[in-house]
């Protein structure tokens, strides 16, 4: 079944046209990788798609339904989540606050219910905080315990990484889209990372949509590559097809012209 | 090695020497001569003056230890940069002295008059004085200087000394309020003269500061730390037993004040309510609001209209009670009126057109276009008090108003609090951090700070439906610009974000200062209220811009790198003690 449906997307900066026509899907259940050289466009598709910016023409079907022009709060609540490439936590709220935030669209309780502090509240507000504490286990011991009530300021890089990944995944999304996970990790911490998501989408039923430049986790978490260029869509395939097409090391490359 | 540093003796010298300059400027001096504070020996004027001398004297060759370095040795040269110091801020006073001497410059500088050169040369003249003028500030620096020599405890004893004898000096008035409460007239009859602690009053407050700092030895201290240390749930708790602890104080105290103490305090409490529903806009949610006493203004008035027999237009003559509903709504609508427009900007635009909107319902209210139901700059007059079944709270019984901002007060706190605690509270905060990524994580922003605008908004729509009825008629000119700004100044002050803050700033601020228009326990300075709020601000801004009592997370902000910094140094602490960590397993 389609998930993520996009016909014709066009998104232009001043004279740059970050996406030109990109046309894919995404089926559920699957996890594609999004690859291509720098400035091909792949944040800039992330963008447009969680409604950052609006796309300039275009059509993008969430689960059938057109989701072009809403508030991102409100495409986050349809379910997709996103991670940043640069990563963007609430660095002075805890760790677990962080988690906890991003329940927020799924959580009910109103002004009234924390006022009288009543029953409901007081059930919802301990779910809320199970369902955290539960998401940041699903990291290891990295990110429970004394960390819980740590700033976010004071994690490490690649724990900001996983941070954000969990606060993405309390939203419970049925889309994930992650930026670059692995970026700046060690290789250990990328072998670790590339396992839990295969884990995301195999325990948590997740779609995953992963871009990333290390071309290893692609290899060995994508059912699907899909590579852009220039904000067009270039090749699609296995990692295998993709890694051996004509077009894809072009752009990685560079054409013959400018290499000579 | 031992260097004087001239430069840097200059700097302070000539600080104190402005500080000095400015204060006889704008006419402290003279304003404060009268006012004694240490009978016969030191006038309120005169310590304005000359305080800072010391400190600049003791800062001039004061170095900062870093923690693990050694402390270079003290001694003569301590002395000797602060008398310098001291002289040369001397020197500075002595020309000004001289220069206001020869020029009249009355006429644009109303305090520079002859009488300020008297003062200034100790009723000596120019040139007689001169040598005074320079001299007193060179002897004061050189006690700062002399501080140096003292073991540090005995300096921090000496100071809290000294401090205290001023407070117990300046707030005569409570402190003998106090004792004649408690049916020890004959003392503070002893104590006091003309409003002045006596000399020896004053040396045995000093020696009796010191002994109990001497007993107790940092037990205060400890103490504190053992209460609110801990895990979060325990210091919740001991927060809690603190905050009823500080209740019961709070109801025994107009007992104690009496009327005119009372007054000031229910001043506080308005202010106070207002400071909390301000610091939800700003310290919680990040909205810069310069406008919000329009809401003051429109409880205010709703309460006015509806209650008063005197009301313009319409004569309802409801009670109190039923008018409070409808100038909480009334004030929430204003909050979304207001909110809705300008939700979608950011910082510096908020805050301005946020002004304009204050600014738009103070003129609306003075109008004539509305004289005939607000009653233009006359207002609405005679508004009754708050029925209470037996008795009837107004202006008139200030202990009534106080029992009642308090209570309101406490229903403010709680709201806050149990809405900062609360998803509604977490979306607020993170708001803040980032209005984009909040956005992605599935907070609706307009619908956040629409509830930030309208909590606001009826909190300070509560202080307006009680100050009406306590002061029994409410006027445009209560509702100036300057209002949200001190409001402001409460909130930044105590500490934003953070409701023990707020209440600290009030106290603090409104309390001992007092608000427009209002007297707070330093009467005397209502003139220079401004100008030293301003100063506070400022000082305030460079030296603790987290505020007084600060809230974790704003400190956290304020000092995101050093934290960083702590993460870093221990993690490779610990990486290196910790046998095969790093990266021995790739
Ligand atoms: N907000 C923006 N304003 C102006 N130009 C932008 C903006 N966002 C992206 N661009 C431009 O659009 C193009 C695509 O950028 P994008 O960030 O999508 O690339 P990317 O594929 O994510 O690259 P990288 O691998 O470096 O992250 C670039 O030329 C970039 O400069
Ligand atoms: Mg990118």
């Known amino acids: 079944m389609v998930m993520l449906d996009i016909h014709n997307l066009h998104k232009s900066f001043g004279g740059v046209e970050a996406l030109a026509g990109v046309n894919l899907h995404i089926a559920q259940g699957e996890i594609v990788s999004v690859i291509g050289p720098n400035g091909a466009g792949k944040t800039s598709f992330f963008n447009v798609v969680t409604g950052f910016y609006p796309p300039d023409s275009g059509e993008i079907l969430f689960e059938g339904e057109s989701i072009v022009g809403l508030e991102s709060s409100r495409i986050t609540e349809a379910g997709i989540a996103r991670t940043f490439q640069n990563v963007r936590l609430f660095l002075n709220m805890t760790v677990l606050e962080n988690v906890m935030v991003a329940q927020h669209c799924r959580t009910r309780a109103g002004a009234f219910h924390a006022i009288l502090r009543t029953p409901f509240l007081r059930r919802e507000e301990a779910e809320i905080r199970a369902r955290a504490e539960e998401i940041l286990s699903f990291f290891g011991t990295r990110l429970v315990g004394y960390r819980f009530d740590q700033p976010a300021l004071s994690l490490s890089y690649a724990n900001r990484r996983r941070l954000e990944i969990a606060r993405a995944m309390a939203s419970e999304p049925k889309l994930l889209l992650l930026d670059e996970p692995v970026a700046g990790m060690n290789p250990r911490e990328t072998a670790e990372l590339t396992g839990l998501i295969r884990k995301l989408r195999d325990e948590r039923g997740f779609t995953v949509v992963i871009i990333e430049h290390d071309m290893r986790v692609v290899r060995d978490v994508s059912d699907r590559v899909i590579v852009l260029d220039h904000g067009v869509k270039i090749a699609e395939g296995s990692y295998d097809e993709v890694s051996s097409d004509e077009a894809v090391i072009e752009a990685y490359l560079g054409r013959p012209a400018e290499v000579g | ?586």
């Open chain 2, 1 to 586: 090695m031992i260097t004087i540093d001239m430069r840097r003796m200059l700097r302070w010298g000539m600080t104190a020497g402005g500080v000095m300059t400015f204060t006889a400027a704008v006419g402290m001096l003279e304003a404060f001569e009268d006012r004694l504070l240490i009978y016969p020996v030191l006038s309120l004027g005169y310590l304005l003056l000359l305080w800072f001398v010391p400190v600049a004297g003791y800062q001039s060759s004061n170095v900062a230890v870093l923690e693990g370095m050694e402390a270079p040795p003290r001694g003569l040269h301590n002395v000797i940069a602060g008398a310098v110091t001291g002289l040369v801020g001397g020197v500075v006073l002595a020309l000004f002295a001289i220069v206001i001497n020869a020029f009249d410059l009355r006429d644009v500088f109303v305090p520079f008059s002859l009488k300020l050169v008297g003062l200034l040369t100790y009723g000596l003249g120019v040139p007689e004085g001169l040598p005074y003028a320079v001299l007193a500030p060179a002897a004061l620096g050189l006690v700062g200087g002399l501080m140096h020599l003292l073991p540090a405890s005995v300096r921090r004893r000496v100071i809290l000394a000294v401090e205290w004898v001023v407070v117990v000096a300046l707030l005569e008035q409570v402190f003998s309020q106090i004792l004649r409460q408690i049916r020890l007239e004959v003392v503070a009859d002893r104590v006091f003269t003309l409003k002045a602690l006596e000399w020896w009053a004053a040396l045995a407050v000093a020696a009796l500061v010191a002994a109990v700092a001497e007993r107790t030895r940092g037990g205060f201290g400890r103490m504190r730390e053992r209460l609110f240390a801990g895990d979060p749930r325990q210091r919740t708790r001991n927060s809690a037993w603190m905050a009823v602890l500080v209740l019961v104080f709070l109801i025994i105290i107009p007992q104690l004040l009496g009327s005119l103490l009372s007054e000031v305090l229910a001043n506080v409490g308005l202010f106070l309510l207002m400071g909390l529903g301000l610091n939800i806009v700003v310290g919680l949610a990040g909205m810069l609001d310069l406008g919000y006493v329009a809401f003051f203004a429109v409880g205010a008035y709703t309460v006015g209209v509806l209650t008063s027999p005197l009301s313009p237009r319409f004569t309802l003559e409801w009670s109190w009670w039923a008018a409070l509903p409808v100038a909480i709504l009334t004030s929430a609508l204003a909050g979304l009126l207001v909110g809705t427009p300008v939700i979608r900007m950011r910082g510096d635009y908020l805050a301005i057109v946020t002004l304009g909107f204050g600014e738009i319902v103070r003129i609306l209210f003075l109008s004539d276009w509305l004289s005939t139901t607000f009653g233009g700059a006359q207002g609405v007059q005679n508004i009754p008090g708050i029925p209470l079944g037996f008795t009837e709270v107004s202006g008139v019984g200030p202990e009534g108003v106080l029992y009642f901002a308090l209570f309101f007060v406490l229903l403010a706190a709680w709201i806050s609090w149990s809405l900062q605690e609360s998803r509604i509270g977490r979306a607020w905060t993170a708001l803040r951090e980032d209005e984009t990524v909040a956005a992605a994580m599935g907070i609706n922003i307009v619908r956040a700070k629409l509830n930030a605008f309208i909590v606001g908004a009826i909190l300070a729509g509560f202080a307006g439906a009680l100050f009406a009825a306590k002061l029994g008629s409410v006027f445009p000119s209560s509702f100036e610009l300057l209002v949200s700004i001190i409001i402001l100044v409460v909130v930044i002050v105590g500490g934003m974000g953070n409701i023990p803050g707020v209440a600290v700033g009030a106290v603090v601020l409104i309390g001992v200062l007092g608000g427009p228009n209002l007297p707070g326990l330093l009467a005397e300075f209502a003139e220079f209220k401004l100008l030293i709020y301003g100063a506070l601000l400022v000082f305030m801004m460079l030296r603790k811009p987290e505020g007084l009592v600060p809230s974790v997370r704003r400190s956290r902000e304020l000092h995101a790198d050093e934290l960083t910094q702590d993460a870093w140094l221990d993690k490779s602490g610990t990486l290196a003690e910790a046998p095969g960590g790093g990266r021995g397993a790739g």
